[in-house]
């Protein structure tokens, strides 16, 4: 399978702890973008990497999350402190370019659940 | 900041049926459309795409969507529907002069075919 790859799947986790969760794009893509997607709702931007540079923050992104593309391969997206708040899809999404042309390709998300 | 409005949150059809879904965006600029279609249990894929030219394209199986500038709408249709289009659809905009092409998306709108 060629596709973007999220790890893990699910993950359930008590508020006040520390998550990673890992995103490994399709190898020849130079952009990789997370989104969060809660119920009901479409994924919202939160950031994106052109190779290893983060070039693009949302302000949804507050400090407690950091991001990282060490190497411009995979990348990984941590939450520390979690909140019931941070429940939701996290989605990753990688392109070849912007995406204008191809669009993205996404994975199939990590669920997140704050309890 | 634009913004995404997809009017229809639920939709059921019975096969053969005609589709339009509506999409209207806010953005004063220009702007890139697209529409991302969600299978069950599957990870968003494009649909199809708008960036420049004929403001009425073509995507994959079968559907099609017009931007409509004066509108700020771009909304997808299909002249007969199949139980396999059962789906979410998300309809997305990005400013034309981002270069990151972050995604702004609408709410989705959940289709079920009836056989």
């Known amino acids: 399978d060629t596709g973007v790859s999220q790890d893990p799947r699910h993950k359930i986790t008590k508020r006040g702890q520390n998550v990673t969760f890992r995103c490994d794009p399709i190898?020849?893509?130079?952009?990789l973008y997370w989104y969060r997607q809660t119920l009901g709702q479409g994924p919202e931007f939160l950031t994106y990497?052109?190779?290893?540079?983060?070039?693009?923050k949302s302000r949804l992104l507050s400090d407690r999350f950091s991001a990282e593309r060490p190497k411009g391969s995979f990348s990984t997206l941590e939450i520390q402190r979690t909140e019931q708040g941070d429940s939701a899809m996290y989605l990753c999404?990688?392109?070849?370019?912007?995406?204008?042309?191809?669009?993205?390709?996404f994975g199939s998300g990590t669920r997140l659940t704050v309890v | 900041a634009q913004s995404v409005s997809q009017h229809n949150h639920h939709v059921i059809l019975s096969e053969a049926a005609s589709l339009e879904l509506g999409c209207n965006y806010s953005?004063?600029?220009?702007?890139?459309l697209f529409w991302y279609v969600q299978y069950p249990g599957q990870h968003l894929q494009l649909l199809l795409k708008y960036f420049s030219g004929d403001p009425l394209v073509k995507g994959i199986k079968g559907f099609e969507a017009e931007f409509i500038k004066s509108k700020f709408s771009f909304n997808l249709r299909k002249p007969s529907v199949q139980w396999s289009d059962t789906a979410e659809y998300f309809c997305a905009v990005s400013p034309a002069n981002n270069a990151g092409n972050m995604l702004t998306f609408g709410g989705g709108t959940r289709l079920m075919v009836k056989p």
């Open positions: 190898s020849e893509h130079n952009r």
């Open positions: 990497f052109q190779n290893e540079a983060q070039l693009e």
């Open positions: 999404a990688s392109s070849l370019g912007s995406g204008v042309i191809y669009g993205y390709t």
């Open positions: 953005y004063g600029g220009t702007v890139n």
